[in-house]
């Protein structure tokens, strides 16, 4: 399985560099696509990364499209039309199709979500997407995942790693990160 990031500048930094990390642990491998000129991408918190490969140079070789958050990013994901083709028929062929944070906003307003469960940060959900918002942290529904904010983003990852590994990678990454849902509960008691 090969699955493409897109970054432009202005993703949520964690919401980008959270997701390549955990699947790489899962031993897929994640192309981080830069949307700029340059390898070279600023997040939302003026963390400059070094990306593997070029939009401008995309081939559409990846079974899987995953598109970080950030308010400014979404933004610059959405303004790039040839992306935005790219994704869509992505998903219309029903391949494994990833936003989190703001991002999914991106897809309502393709008519993407219509039907479909999903989330995404409270105040970019639309009641026009025709969805069925959920108020959880990761959500999949068919061959598309979504996940709420920088905060859901190990959930995020890992509902993309459950999809394409078997349980025991899942659970070696989880262990690995130290993971467990039972110890946030542990934490608030």
Known sequence: MKCAIFMADGFETCEGLITVDLLRRAGLTIDMISMNE?????????????ADKLFGEFQNVYDVMIFPGGKLGTENLENNQKLIDLYEAHFKAGKLSCAICAAPSILGHRGLLQGRKYTCYPSFDESSFG????????????????????????????????????KQILENVKNGIQYEHSFLQSEKE
């Open 131 to 166: 969805g069925e918002y959920q108020q959880v942290l990761a959500v999949k529904d068919g061959n598309l995942i979504t996940g709420r904010g920088m905060g859901a983003t190990i959930d995020f990852a890992l509902k993309i790693i459950e999809t394409l590994c078997d």
């Open 38 to 50: 340059t390898l070279t991408v600023t997040t939302s918190h003026q963390v400059k990364i070094q």
